[in-house]
């Protein structure tokens, strides 16, 4: 069955470092990838995708996502971080039945 | 404005009382999903349409119910039969349940049992 793995529950990076939330995936066919950003009691905004193409993929608020296949890894990054960047990061994957499996979620914490 | 809307933000439910969850969207999405989150335990899928009129259980459908009269709306009703029914209920819709599609998420429902 279809999964990714978060293996983080905290990141911590000062404001202005490189930032890098994990998440490592199992897929039986082609994996089709997402990561989400949750705000305190809000619900999931979309930040990214990978579907097929390029591995460096770009999204929203300057996040971008480096697909590998060989480590089955769908890492997200950012190069400066900002204290409003801080959240709670969900990872997802469609599985076969097109049902979007989530990570159990890293919370973000970037200190002024 | 388009978007998917839950209501209401907060809700309180006594021992043994069924409440229904609203969820409405602009979007002209054909697929919607109810998904619950607890902590650290990510999102779990509760019960997905793809279409009106149908509807299918995810992973933890006992104790829920679902309608899809309309395709703009996906009420979720958490009966007297799910035993631990506390938690953040999070509405989202799709333009298919199709591979590439990511989902658009409403901003939630705390329901808490007192």
């Known amino acids: 069955a279809q999964s990714v793995a978060q293996p983080e529950d905290q990141v911590n990076v000062a404001e202005g470092n490189p930032l890098t939330v994990k998440c490592t995936y199992s897929?039986?066919?082609?994996?089709?990838l997402f990561w989400y950003v949750q705000y305190p009691n809000r619900g999931l905004q979309f930040l990214l995708k990978?579907?097929?193409?390029?591995?460096l993929v770009k999204g929203s608020y300057g996040f971008e996502a480096e697909f590998n296949k060989s480590q089955t890894s769908f890492h997200l990054k950012k190069p400066s971080a900002l204290v409003s960047d801080s959240a709670l990061y969900f990872c997802?994957?469609?599985?076969?039945?097109?049902?979007?499996?989530f990570g159990a979620g890293t919370r973000l914490t970037v200190k002024p | 404005d388009g978007g998917i809307t839950q209501s209401p933000k907060y809700l309180f439910r006594k021992e043994g009382q069924n409440v229904t969850l609203s969820c409405e969207q602009n979007?002209?999405?054909?697929?919607m999903y109810w998904y619950r989150q607890d902590p650290g335990q990510g999102l779990r899928l509760i019960y997905y349409?793809?279409?009106?009129?149908?509807?299918q259980k995810g992973d933890i459908a006992e104790g829920y119910s679902v309608s899809r009269e309309k395709k703009e709306s996906f009420p979720l009703t958490v009966t007297s039969a799910q035993k631990n029914p506390t938690a953040f209920y999070l509405c989202a819709s799709s333009r298919s349940r199709g591979a590439y599609t990511e989902a658009f998420f409403g901003q939630g429902t705390r329901l808490t049992v007192v």
């Open positions: 349409s793809q279409i009106v009129n149908d509807f």
């Open positions: 897929v039986s066919g082609n994996p089709y």
């Open positions: 997802a994957v469609r599985d076969n039945n097109n049902d979007m499996r």
């Open positions: 990978y579907i097929t193409g390029d591995n």
């Open positions: 979007l002209n999405h054909d697929a």
